[in-house]
């Protein structure tokens, strides 16, 4: 990309050159939000910040950093850019990305695509000098500030890995949403758990972050009926326990469980069903919710989309038939994902598997735009009881993808073929991108990770003072407006 400098040393594509079109400056508007970061992983604090920004005007255009400059100024990245822009596009609070936007924010970047404001959490990030990413947009006055998700960033997570941590498992989701477990008092865990509930909520909104969206529920269900077989087809094993797996819980799994219908409690209500839609299930650990999980989310919307194209849904007559029964368009899937428990993936990863909890990777399921319901607590392996019971009905298909991290004595998706809805999406440009890859990627580097670590540590220091020195000084200032008007 060729660039000159402006007078603020900002660096600026030429004429034609901009990352994504369009090449001729766009008409700010104050509805139109600007968010950027490295977005390396897509986890859940990352989308309450898209989130919180698109409550704040009517689109989001979220610029997406460069490999080279996030190396430059904060070390190397996990996630390439394609599979970082890939997730950023994915979420249903984004219009559109922007990748290789500068490290330090620009206000000609910004103005070009038409944005005003530029939005971003209440701590600091600070470039290679320790100077503030946000400095030309403070001082210009197009600067707002949201709330940083608590308790995640990607340093967390990258920790878990390095230290191979268990601490993060969530028990029962149920019982910390309702305060009956987790740490603290009695008052600590009910504070906790009320805010645990809130944000599901809040991820659980529409694309304008205002309104209801995806339905939100959790399955009771046994133990057993959660992580243990409920079909009699087998295949042939050898019948040794998986590296990592006591052979106790191994052999447990090789008889086949009751069936359990289960209960179904509904924790938000979205918008449901709409007429005509056809229902897909789909389930997994969906663990560092990544582009793999991502591409494999959207192929099963678009088979679904090209099936409905089949049978005349996008003809402009029944386009207008759904305006005038419901008040608008929609699509015809609805996509509903199954969340298994974190001692339903320990038992059979093993390890610190999975690096996410259950409450974080539903928030992660919760913000992409492919998904319109969640189930927390979703069996590992599918029942004719769990399929014909549904919130829905019996899903018109079950989708899964190409599985080899765990040899299986048995099919988790019998049911669903001898149902007739099984269906299976064929490996895809992002196919190995999951979450035993993004831990390789950190263990191969992990000198290079730990350095990370280090130098994020030495910053949040520098940047925690940056932070202090700016509110004194928003404090000196109301103090000198009091002072000049009596107050």
């Known amino acids: 990309m060729i660039r000159r400098q402006s007078a603020k040393g900002e660096w600026i594509p030429s004429e034609g050159k901009w990352p994504v079109d369009p090449q001729e400056d766009v008409?700010?508007?104050?509805?139109?939000?600007?968010?950027?970061?490295?977005?390396d992983f897509s986890h859940h604090g990352h989308a309450g910040a898209m989130l919180q920004a698109r409550q704040?005007?009517?689109?989001?255009?979220?610029?997406?950093?460069?490999?080279?400059?996030?190396?430059?100024?904060?070390?190397p990245t996990v996630m390439r850019l394609d599979e970082r822009v890939t997730a950023v596009e994915a979420c249903r609070w984004a219009t559109r990305a922007i990748p290789k936007a500068p490290y330090v924010t620009s206000l000609p970047w910004i103005s070009h695509y038409g944005c005003w404001y530029v939005v971003h959490g209440d701590d600091i990030t600070s470039?290679?000098?320790?100077?503030?990413?946000?400095?030309?947009?403070?001082a210009a006055g197009r600067f707002k500030v949201v709330k940083r998700t608590p308790g995640i960033s990607t340093t967390d997570l990258v920790g878990r890995m390095l230290l191979c941590t268990k601490t993060h498992f969530i028990q029962s989701l149920e019982k910390r949403l309702a305060g009956e477990e987790g740490p603290g008092g009695e008052d600590e865990r009910k504070e906790a758990g009320a805010q645990m509930t809130q944000r599901i909520k809040d991820y659980a909104t529409d694309a304008t972050g205002l309104a209801p969206g995806c339905d939100v529920w959790y399955w009771h269900a046994s133990?057993?009926?959660?992580?243990?077989?409920?079909?009699?087809?087998?295949?042939?094993?050898?019948?040794?326990?998986?590296?990592?797996?006591?052979?106790?819980?191994?052999?447990g799994t090789n008889a086949a469980v009751k069936e359990e219908k289960g209960n179904f409690h509904q924790l938000v209500e979205g918008k449901g069903v709409r007429p005509?839609?056809?229902?897909?299930?789909?389930?997994?650990?969906?663990?560092?919710?990544?582009?793999?999980?991502?591409?494999?989310?959207?192929?099963?919307?678009?088979?679904?989309e090209d099936a409905a194209k089949e049978r005349g849904w996008y003809t402009e007559e029944a386009k207008q038939q759904r305006i005038e029964q419901s008040g608008a368009d929609y699509g015809p899937v609805f996509v509903v994902a199954g969340?298994?428990?974190?001692?339903?993936?320990?038992?059979?990863?093993?390890?610190?598997?999975?690096?996410?909890?259950?409450?974080?990777?539903?928030?992660?399921?919760?913000?992409?735009?492919?998904?319109?319901?969640v189930v927390f607590?979703?069996?590992?392996?599918?029942?004719?009881?769990?399929?014909?019971?549904?919130?829905?009905?019996?899903?018109?298909?079950?989708?899964?993808?190409?599985?080899?991290?765990?040899?299986?004595?048995?099919?988790?998706?019998?049911p669903a073929k001898t149902l007739g809805i099984y269906k299976e999406i064929a490996n895809h440009s992002f196919q190995n991108v999951n979450a035993g890859e993004i831990v390789q990627r950190i263990m191969k580097s992990r000198a290079a990770y730990e350095e990370r670590q280090r130098i994020k540590g030495e910053k949040g220091v520098t940047e925690e003072a940056e932070k202090r020195r700016q509110e004194l000084q928003r404090e000196q200032s109301r103090r000198e407006v009091e002072r000049q008007f009596g107050l």
Not at 56 to 75: C, M, P, R, W
Request: aromatic share 12%.
């Open 27 to 39: 008409e700010i508007d104050k509805g139109r939000i600007w968010v950027d970061g490295c977005f």
């Open 377 to 414: 607590g979703a069996p590992f392996s599918i029942s004719k009881a769990f399929l014909t019971t549904m919130p829905y009905g019996t899903p018109s298909a079950v989708y899964h993808g190409v599985t080899s991290f765990m040899p299986l004595s048995y099919d988790p998706y019998a």
């Open 127 to 138: 470039d290679s000098s320790g100077q503030d990413c946000y400095r030309y947009v403070k």
């Open 276 to 304: 005509g839609q056809t229902v897909a299930y789909v389930d997994g650990g969906w663990d560092l919710f990544s582009s793999g999980h991502i591409e494999f989310l959207r192929l099963v919307t678009q088979t679904e």
């Open 56 to 75: 704040l005007g009517t689109e989001l255009l979220v610029g997406v950093h460069s490999d080279e400059a996030i190396l430059e100024n904060k070390g």
């Open 223 to 251: 133990r057993p009926a959660k992580y243990r077989r409920t079909t009699t087809s087998q295949t042939p094993s050898s019948g040794a326990p998986r590296p990592g797996t006591s052979r106790t819980l191994t052999e």
């Open 339 to 373: 969340i298994h428990d974190d001692e339903v993936i320990n038992h059979w990863k093993g390890v610190n598997y999975p690096i996410m909890n259950i409450f974080e990777r539903g928030l992660c399921v919760l913000q992409c735009k492919y998904v319109d319901a």
